[in-house]
C-alpha cells in the first residue's frame, strides 16, 4: 500500500487546485506528473482527457479506471456598471450553499482572483423575501472592483471561470474538510491504486476524465477510444448520515468505507462486477458499504453503454456536502477504496481472463 501521508498529501494537492469543467488544466498537470514513470503511456485527447497504459501481459483484459478531474463551478455571464459580476451554474449547484461563499476566479492570463457571493442585505428584504431561498438570479460576485472597466482591467470578463475558494484541512483525528472531493476522492484512488500495481503484469487504462458535472462527457469519448473489457468508475458520492436524514434514506455513510453501486440513475451496474466487488471485500476484510439511494449518475452510465457493451462498476468514497464549497471526508473510507480497487484489479484480471 502506498502511505497515508501520501494519500493525504495528494487529495489536499489534487482538492486546492483549480479545475471547472472545461478548464481541468492544474488537475491534469498533477496526475500528469502523478503517473510519469510508474505507466508505459500518457496521452490527452482532444476534449483534454488524459489517458494512461499501464500495459502488461496479453491473456489479461483491459481494465480501465475512471475519475474525473471536473468540478463543479461557475460561469461569468454579466458584467453590470458598478462592477458586480452574474453568473451561471457549470455543474449541479444547490441555490442554497452559493450565498456569502469566497470564491476565486481565473483570468483571461490565467491569475486567480478571489471574490465574494453577494446578495440584497437582510435588513433590505421585504417580509416574503425573508423565507425564501436565494435563488441564483439574485445572486451577483464582489471582486472589489467599482466599475465594469475595471473588472476588465482586473482581467475578468464574460466568459471567466470560477470555483470556490475552500483549502482542503485535517478535520479531527480521521476526517478532513475540502472543496471538490467529488471527484478528487476518485483520482487520489486511481492514481494510488496504479501505483501499487505498477510491477504487476495487468492491463490498466487510467483515464482522468473531463467534463463529468456537465454531463459525463470526457468518459463518453475517452472509452470509445480505449475500448476496455471491463471498466470501474471511481467517485466522490453523497453521504447522507446526519440530522434529519431517515435511516432508510442514508444512502451512504462515513467509516463504513468504500460504496459498491448497484444502481443509480445513470446505470444498473454489472451483476458480475457487483460481485467480484463484494468478493474481494469479504475475503480481504475491507469494509465496504452499498450505495442505498438510485439517485445520481457517474461516468460508468457512458462507458457501459460504449460500442457493444462494457461490463462496468462504480466505487465511491463517502463525502458528506458535496456540490457545495466543501465536503468532509473519512481518511480511512478512502484508503479502503484503494485496497477494494487494486484488489478488483488483481481478481478481475484473472475472472475476466482472455481463452
Same mark, same amino acid.
Given at each position: ?10 487529495? *489536499? ?57 471536473? *468540478? ?25 450553499? &452559493? ?53 476588465? *482591467? ?79 468508475? &471511481? ?18 455513510? &462515513? ?29 480481504? *476484510? ?53 485496497? &477494494? ?15
Amino acid at each position: 500500500m502506498v502511505s497515508r501521508e501520501y494519500v493525504l498529501e495528494l487529495l *489536499e494537492k489534487l482538492s486546492n487546485a483549480f479545475s471547472p469543467p472545461g478548464f481541468e488544466d492544474e488537475v491534469r498537470n498533477i496526475v500528469r506528473e502523478e503517473l510519469e514513470g510508474i505507466v508505459d503511456e500518457i496521452r490527452v485527447d482532444a476534449l483534454g482527457n488524459l489517458i494512461a497504459y499501464k500495459r502488461g501481459s496479453d491473456k489479461y483484459p483491459s481494465i480501465m479506471l475512471d475519475a474525473h478531474m471536473d *468540478e463543479v463551478g461557475f460561469l461569468i455571464t454579466h458584467i453590470d456598471k458598478k462592477g458586480f459580476l452574474r453568473f451561471q451554474p457549470l455543474g449541479g449547484f444547490d441555490d442554497r450553499v &452559493l450565498y456569502a461563499q469566497q470564491v476565486m476566479i481565473m483570468t483571461k492570463d490565467g491569475k486567480k482572483i478571489p471574490g465574494f457571493i453577494g446578495a440584497k442585505p437582510p435588513h433590505l428584504l421585504k417580509p416574503e423575501e425573508r423565507t425564501k431561498i436565494i435563488s441564483i438570479d439574485e445572486l451577483f460576485i464582489d471582486i472589489g472592483a467599482s466599475s465594469d472597466k475595471e473588472v476588465r *482591467e482586473i482581467g475578468v470578463d464574460i466568459g471567466c471561470v470560477g470555483t470556490f475558494a475552500t483549502r482542503f484541512r485535517i478535520l479531527g483525528k480521521k476526517r478532513v474538510l475540502g472543496k471538490a472531493f467529488d471527484d478528487r476522492a476518485g483520482l487520489t484512488a486511481m492514481i494510488s491504486a496504479l501505483k501499487i500495481l505498477k510491477d504487476t503484469d495487468y492491463n490498466i487504462i487510467a483515464v482522468a476524465s473531463v467534463q463529468e458535472e456537465v454531463g459525463l462527457r470526457g468518459a463518453r469519448t475517452a472509452a470509445w477510444q480505449v475500448s476496455p473489457d471491463i471498466a470501474l468508475a &471511481l467517485e466522490g458520492t453523497a453521504a447522507a448520515d446526519i440530522p434529519g436524514i431517515p435511516e432508510h434514506k442514508e444512502s451512504t455513510a &462515513l467509516g463504513k468505507g468504500p460504496a459498491i453501486t448497484i444502481a443509480d440513475r445513470s446505470i444498473i451496474a454489472h451483476p458480475k462486477i457487483v460481485r467480484l466487488l463484494i468478493s474481494v471485500a469479504e475475503e480481504r *476484510e475491507i469494509p465496504y458499504q452499498f450505495k442505498r439511494v438510485i439517485a445520481g449518475g457517474t461516468d460508468a452510465g457512458v462507458i457501459h453503454l460504449t460500442k457493444a457493451g462494457v461490463p462496468s462498476g462504480v466505487v465511491s468514497v463517502p463525502c458528506r456536502y458535496i456540490h457545495s464549497s466543501a465536503a468532509v471526508m473519512d481518511i480511512n473510507d478512502l484508503e479502503n477504496a484503494i485496497k &477494494l480497487v487494486v484488489g478488483f484489479v488483481e481478481k478481475a484480471s484473472k475472472e475476466f481472463i482472455k481463452k
